[in-house]
């Protein structure tokens, strides 16, 4: 089993700033690409930013130039920087990780348990 745990989040004025982290664990051979996803209230998850084992990273349109994001191979943890912080940026964040299983040796999708970030003055 592999489990993704976030932390961070929490309740930013408009131009702030906010740092998550998400920290894989469990049986894993292996973790290649990581990502941030987001889900406003009454809309789809949609893809924030990806970052593959290699460091080559993608970002949605919305938050390129504002949000990086960047991974510790050796803690096998994920994190995402937020600048310049927007109302519309509001959303409950997930994690997400293609990690190999050491027991099965197959590539599983795994998520984080979501964390609530709050964009407002």
């Known amino acids: 089993q592999v489990q993704l745990v976030q932390s961070g989040g929490g309740l930013v004025q408009p131009g702030g700033s906010l740092r998550l982290s998400c920290a894989a664990s469990g049986s894993i051979f292996r973790i290649n690409t990581m990502a941030w996803y987001r889900q406003a209230p009454g809309k789809e998850r949609g893809l924030v930013a990806t970052?593959?084992?290699?460091?080559?990273?993608n970002y949605a349109d919305s938050v390129k130039g504002r949000f990086t994001i960047s991974r510790d191979n050796a803690k096998n943890t994920v994190y995402l920087q937020m600048n310049s912080l927007k109302p519309d940026d509001t959303a409950v964040y997930y994690c997400n990780a293609q990690a190999i299983n050491t027991m099965t040796l197959l590539r599983y999708t795994y998520w984080g348990q979501g964390t609530q970030v709050t964009v407002s003055s």
């Open positions: 970052i593959t084992s290699g460091g080559n990273t």
